[in-house]
């Protein structure tokens, strides 16, 4: 299962990264991070192919996924 | 007429490409560049205007012999902002512009006095305001000074002669590098266009001056701070492997902007004050006789100085007027302590310019209660005679 | 915690407090294409094209600038509006090793900066240009742009804009430009792809980016990268659509500045006695 890290003090929760997920597996979640921002969160991170698509339309680099090759 | 390029003789040229040593006849606008290329000037970004023109048709020609790059820019602006990167990446730079140019470029020294970009602006003077006229003046000493936007001092150096447009570039230079901030020579129609002898000294006798940089202190690029280690930040160039970032918002030390920070701003603001006029002493020069003894003094600058001591050797001579002479080679920081150890007690001081009396006023704030008077002699567009300063210093002096 | 990759490329932090997160809105696009330029050099770097030491990033002023204010882990310079390109040139001619990106938005590159613009692709200096175009000035407001398109109701156009806007890649592709494409937000590998292309070539690129502004356009980022692909056409298929072309506008190599130059160099040392 390949693990996907939110930087919460970096994510301004502008939700690209959820429409962007080819496997759609972020959502908004109701979590508002420190500096107020609705934050994604993660469902059935199995489906999860490592992608990386999510880390790279992020404005903020606030996303970071375990690649193919690192998978556990 | 065809459209092959004009072939020039180029005598004089020594080693390495450089002018060589010895006695040479040449322009002021030759000078000044012959002066740049023994500072070790690399790129030259140019524009055309009278009567600047020569001294960027001198570096077209003779940059490329020493391996440096010559381009002449889309307008002064594009020019002026060439040598913030030239500089950046390691390269002296210089342009030359006459009045209207030099307004055009005041963002940009603002910019290079907020990243203390070391380069060279040479402003071959000319009447105003708009296009004025073409011939001589020294109509811009004080937007030098006051003409970029906000606080930030300049260093400005006025030369009198072909020597001094020698000499005095590769002094800009020197103290553009030492100091890390732009240096302007505030040289005039007359000065760029007269033909004197120079001479050139042997190059062991030429100080050049390399800027101070972070790996020459030992400072390893992780703990590199672009704006602190010190009053004079040493200066990493572009490829160093430095990662320097050039800010001119209001910044931390280490180049971090300083978001809704005033105190980091003020901060800002002082260091650049205290880095030069802290060190007018240092920085700022003059050249002066017969101080001694003197009952009054004339002071000026630039071309001035050249009809002006004429004017009071004959004085002496002739109608034994104990008139000394003060020349202020720095216009910028203004070298007020130093007129104040020099000028102690006279009766008229006597400021010829070529404006309507400019750098009479701070001399007049220094030097107010040192004498009885302070008497502007103006002249627009024209080089004063020397009999017509005769002439006003004896109706002044009653002799 | 896993790192984003990129992280390694920007100050994240320093001796003088936190640099991060950018001072952009939440979803500008401006960040999208950092991350994309981002990996277009790392992808050069890893394959040894360049190092990492070569690498200069110029900005003008205005948001999309901003990307160089003092985030990059890279020589970098944060300049005077529309003066990129000038500074650009100064770098260039003092070391014409260094391999320059330049940022800019559609105010700074075409407005302001329109004469530098031209210029420089006439002279093909060898630069990356990347012009994050949103359409309006961002960081003063939303004021209207010369990339405004017309009937645009920004703050200064209150009734609608009467004029009409630039093609930014026609007139640099017109003005000499060696590389032209436009990409939007939307096409992350097409954008990654043609900044690689343009950096890895000789001459004067210019890559533009159409960019959301969702601030001033009262839109929702997600909203206008959906708009993006929808507004936009292959540049192959563009015959005939109201759409936007994007793609490659032109590929064509000619000799570099300090190429030229050089023959110059080398012909005035072989004067030197």
């Known amino acids: 299962m390949r693990k996907i890290f939110i930087r919460t003090d970096y994510c301004k929760g502008c939700l690209i990264c959820v429409e962007s997920c080819p496997k759609k597996i972020l959502k908004s979640s109701s979590s508002i991070s420190a500096k107020g921002y609705t934050l994604p969160q993660v469902t059935n991170t199995e489906k999860c192919n490592g992608c990386g698509i999510c880390e790279i339309v992020c404005p903020d680099f606030a996303i970071a996924v375990e690649k193919k090759d690192k998978a556990v | ?167 005095f570039t590769i002094e800009a230079f020197n103290l553009s590098e030492t100091w890390r901030t732009p240096v302007l020579i505030m040289a005039e129609e007359t000065v760029a266009h007269m033909r004197e002898g120079l001479f050139v000294p042997d190059p062991d006798q030429i100080k050049v001056v390399l800027r101070k940089k972070p790996q020459d202190l030992g400072i390893a690029p992780e703990d590199y701070q672009p704006y602190g280690h010190d009053l004079v930040p040493p200066l990493a160039d572009f490829g160093d492997g430095y990662n320097i970032n050039h800010v001119s918002l209001a910044h931390h030390p280490d180049g971090n902007v300083a978001n809704y920070n005033l105190d980091m701003h003020r901060k800002n603001v002082d260091r650049l004050h205290d880095k030069i006029e802290g060190n007018a002493d240092v920085i700022a020069r003059t050249e002066s006789r017969f101080l001694d003894d003197c009952e009054h003094v004339l002071i000026c600058y630039g071309a001035v100085a050249r009809t002006g001591v004429e004017a009071i050797m004959e004085a002496r001579k002739t109608h034994g007027i104990k008139i000394g002479f003060l020349r202020l080679v720095t216009l910028w920081p203004f070298p007020q302590s130093l007129l104040r150890k020099r000028i102690k007690k006279v009766g008229t001081i006597f400021v010829p310019e070529m404006n309507l009396g400019m750098m009479m006023h701070p001399i007049t704030e220094a030097l107010r209660d040192r004498c009885d008077q302070v008497v502007s002699i103006p002249s627009i567009g024209a080089l004063h005679r020397p009999e017509a300063l005769l002439e006003k210093i004896r109706e002044v002096v009653k002799c | 915690m896993l790192k984003h990759p990129m992280l390694k490329y920007l100050k994240e932090s320093g001796p003088h407090g936190t640099r991060l997160p950018f001072i952009m809105c939440p979803g500008c696009g ?203 056409v292959p540049i192959n298929k563009a015959e005939g659509s109201s759409k936007i072309p994007v793609g490659e506008f032109c590929d064509t190599p000619r000799p570099e500045w300090t190429q030229k130059y050089e023959a110059i160099i080398e012909k005035c040392a072989g004067r030197k006695s």
């Open chain 3, 30 to 232: 401006a960040g999208q294409v950092l991350n994309y330029t981002l990996h277009a050099v790392d992808s050069i770097i890893k394959e040894g094209g360049a190092r990492k030491e070569d690498f200069v990033f110029i900005s003008g002023v205005g948001c999309s600038s901003r990307l160089t204010s003092h985030y990059l882990n890279f020589d970098s310079g944060w300049t005077i509006h529309g003066r990129a390109l000038a500074i650009a040139t100064g770098v260039l001619l003092a070391n014409p090793d260094l391999n320059i990106v330049v940022f800019t938005g559609d105010g700074d590159a075409a407005a302001i900066g329109g004469n530098h613009f031209i210029h420089a692709f006439r002279r093909n200096i060898n630069v990356t240009v990347i012009c994050m175009n949103n359409g309006l000035y961002g960081m003063t407001g939303g004021q209207v742009a010369p990339t405004s398109l017309s009937q645009a109701v920004t703050s200064t156009t209150p009734y609608g804009n009467i004029e009409d806007a630039f093609d930014l890649c026609r007139l640099a592709q017109s003005s000499g430009a060696s590389y032209v494409a436009r990409w939007t937000t939307a096409h992350p590998h097409k954008t990654i792809k043609a900044i690689k292309k343009a950096i890895s070539k000789k001459g004067a690129a210019f890559i533009e980016i159409l960019s959301q502004c969702p601030v001033h356009k009262k839109q929702t980022p997600v909203d206008m990268i959906r708009a993006f692909k929808a507004m936009t």
């Open chain 2, 1 to 167: 007429m065809s459209g092959a390029p004009l072939e020039k003789k180029e005598d004089g040229i020594g080693a390495a490409g450089l002018i060589s040593s010895g006695r040479h006849y040449l322009e002021g606008s030759e000078a000044c560049v012959e002066g740049a290329l023994m500072a070790g000037l690399k790129v030259y970004g140019g524009y055309p205007i009278t009567p600047a023109s020569e001294i960027m048709e001198h570096a077209a020609r003779r940059l490329p012999m020493v391996g440096g790059r010559f381009i002449q820019m889309e307008d002064e602006i594009s020019a002026a902002c060439t040598l913030v990167g030239a500089s950046w990446a390691g390269g002296k730079a210089m342009t030359a512009t006459s009045s209207p140019g030099f307004s055009l470029m005041q963002e940009t020294i603002s910019f290079s006095i907020m990243t203390e970009t070391p380069l060279v602006i040479v402003d071959v003077q000319r009447p105003g305001p708009g296009q004025g006229y073409i011939t001589t003046s020294q109509e811009d000493v004080m937007q030098a000074r006051w003409g970029h936007h906000g606080e930030g001092p300049i260093i400005a150096l006025a030369p009198s002669s072909v020597q001094d447009m020698f000499d």
